[in-house]
Nanobody, 125 residues
Framework: QVQLVESGGGLVQPGGSLRLSCAAS????????IGWFRQAPGKEREGVSY???????TYVDSVKGRFTISRGDGKNMAYLQMNSLKPEDTGLYYC????????WGLGAPEEYDYWGQGIQVTVSS
C-alpha cells in the first residue's frame, strides 16, 4: 500500500510558476512509476506527465517545455515543476503510482493503483 499526499497548489497569475510535491508513505516510490494527472471542471481526468522508476520522463504535448517531473533523491517524493502557466492549466492535480511491472508510459488513469487526494491549481489574473 502506498499513501500519496500532494501539496504546493494555489492561485497564480498567467506566466507564473508552481511546484507541486507528492509525498509517499507506506512503501518506497522506487518500486513505482509516477504519473501526474489533472481534471478541469466538466472534463475528464487527463494525464500530464510520467516518470519511470529509473527517471525516464514523458509529457503531453500541451505541457512540453513548461513542466518538469522529477523524483526526490533519497526522499520518498515526486515533484511537478510548472512554469509559464496558462489559464488552461487550471484544474485539480493528482499524483498517482503504479507498480513498475504494470507497464511503461503514462497510460490511462485506471492503470494506476494509488492516488493522492488532489490539489487545486488555478491560473487566473
Amino acid at each position: 500500500q502506498v499513501q500519496l499526499v500532494e501539496s504546493g497548489g494555489g492561485l497564480v497569475q498567467p506566466g507564473g510558476s508552481l511546484r507541486l510535491s507528492c509525498a509517499a508513505s507506506g512503501s518506497s516510490l522506487s518500486y513505482y512509476a509516477i504519473g501526474w494527472f489533472r481534471q478541469a471542471p466538466g472534463k475528464e481526468r487527463e494525464g500530464v506527465s510520467y516518470i519511470s522508476s529509473d527517471s525516464v520522463t514523458t509529457y503531453v504535448d500541451s505541457v512540453k517545455g513548461r513542466f518538469t517531473i522529477s523524483r526526490g533523491d533519497g526522499k520518498n517524493m515526486a515533484y511537478l515543476q510548472m512554469n509559464s502557466l496558462k489559464p488552461e492549466d487550471t484544474g485539480l492535480y493528482y499524483c498517482a503510482a503504479r507498480p513498475v511491472a504494470s507497464g511503461w508510459g503514462l497510460g490511462a488513469p485506471e492503470e494506476y493503483d494509488y492516488w493522492g487526494q488532489g490539489i487545486q491549481v488555478t491560473v487566473s489574473s
